[in-house]
């Protein structure tokens, strides 16, 4: 079974803070993702990586930034946390990219006060 | 860009009842995935439709592809307290090939 983990199902963090939220796969997979949902607007991708270094933005990037320097962990940092990233954050990996299954992570729940 | 329209956004049965979600799109789908997340939990993928007029079966849950493969549904018959949660219908975009989520239905089913 593919296995996505996420550092943390909780975190309050203040306004201004640098923020990281890891996720690892264990499953080699070559694709993982970063989503936030909202309650009404569904899952929503931030950033997205097809390789190691390699990244791509996704519908919502500005604020957040992305790092994978190995295969299996993917980190999404909010470089100043504000107040509207209070969101549910949801890591998922696949093992291609076009029309395959993602598996997802817990998630993480940030609050910014 | 891409957007795929679910509705509706909440549904409440009674247990035993049926129920279905809709997701359209203004443009034709290569695929369409669904996923289901319970309560305090995450999303977990259901099934894949891929061909025009596809129809696929799992227990209770019917998943149908429509003609046009713009629209697709899914249809729970007798629902079971079990069923509570938010389905998600989910479309590889064409340009970009990155998967674009509905907006969810919640189900609440009473016993």
């Known amino acids: 079974d593919v296995k996505v983990t996420q550092s943390s199902r909780y975190l309050v963090k203040r306004t201004g803070e640098k923020v990281f939220l890891e996720c690892v796969q264990d499953?080699?997979?070559?694709?993982m993702f970063w989503y936030r949902q909202d309650p009404g607007l569904g899952l929503r991708l931030i950033y997205f990586?097809?390789?190691?270094?390699?990244?791509e933005k996704g519908d919502i990037p500005e604020g957040y930034s992305v790092s994978r320097e190995k295969k299996e962990r993917f980190s999404l940092i909010l470089e100043s946390a504000s107040t509207n990233q209070t969101s549910m954050y949801l890591c998922?990996?696949?093992?291609?990219?076009?029309?395959?299954?993602?598996?997802f992570g817990p998630g993480t729940r940030l609050t910014v006060t | 860009g891409q957007q795929v329209m679910q509705i509706p956004q909440y549904q409440h049965v009674q247990e035993g009842e049926d129920f279905t979600t809709y997701c359209n799109s203004s443009?034709?789908?290569?695929?369409i995935q669904w996923y289901k997340q319970r309560p305090g939990g995450h999303p977990v993928f259901l099934i894949q439709?891929?061909?025009?007029?596809e129809v696929k079966k799992q227990k209770r849950l019917t998943f149908q592809f429509g003609e046009a493969k713009k629209n697709s549904s899914l249809h729970i018959t007798a629902t079971q307290t079990t069923d509570v949660g938010t389905y998600f219908c989910?479309?590889?975009?064409?340009?970009?090939?990155?998967?674009?989520f509905g907006q969810g239905t919640t189900l609440q089913v009473k016993p």
């Open positions: 998922a990996s696949s093992l291609l990219f076009r029309g395959y299954e993602q598996y």
């Open positions: 499953m080699d997979h070559e694709n």
């Open positions: 990586s097809y390789d190691v270094k390699m990244k």
């Open positions: 443009t034709t789908l290569s695929n």
């Open positions: 439709l891929v061909k025009s007029g």
């Open positions: 989910a479309a590889t975009s064409s340009n970009t090939g990155k998967l674009i």
